[in-house]
């Protein structure tokens, strides 16, 4: 069975930074694309980045190019996401997903198994 488990989030003032991690099991980690994807509140989830199998492939939402960073270490089966320049719109709840494809994945559709989600809150 496959679990993605989060971690990282916390309470942080605007302009700081997070890491989130989210470590997986279940199957072969190194195969498949990964993605990070939020959910505020009252919001409907949202995209927020990808990353392909090895990690030669990368894609963001255009509301945090340049300030958030997705890696991955298949060494470790673990994938993340450095957060930086924090604002108070990045608050939500942050999942981290695999999907059964090797390259970059936008569609939440496509992505079939999701962790249990981390909370990210920015104060102003």
């Known amino acids: 069975q496959v679990q993605l488990v989060e971690s990282g989030g916390g309470l942080v003032q605007a302009g700081g930074s997070l890491r989130l991690s989210c470590a997986a099991s279940g199957r072969t980690f190194s195969n498949y694309a990964m993605g990070w994807f939020r959910q505020a509140p009252g919001k409907e989830r949202e995209f927020v980045a990808t990353?392909?199998?090895?990690?030669?492939?990368?894609h963001y939402a255009d509301s945090v190019k340049g300030r958030f960073t997705i890696s991955r270490d298949n060494t470790k089966n673990t994938v993340y996401l450095q957060m930086d320049s924090l604002k108070p719109e990045d608050t939500a709840v942050y999942y981290c997903a695999t999907a059964p494809v090797h390259f970059i994945v936008v569609d939440a559709n496509r992505y079939d198994y999701w962790g249990q989600g981390t909370q990210v809150t920015v104060s102003s």
């Open positions: 990353i392909s199998y090895r990690g030669g492939s990368t």
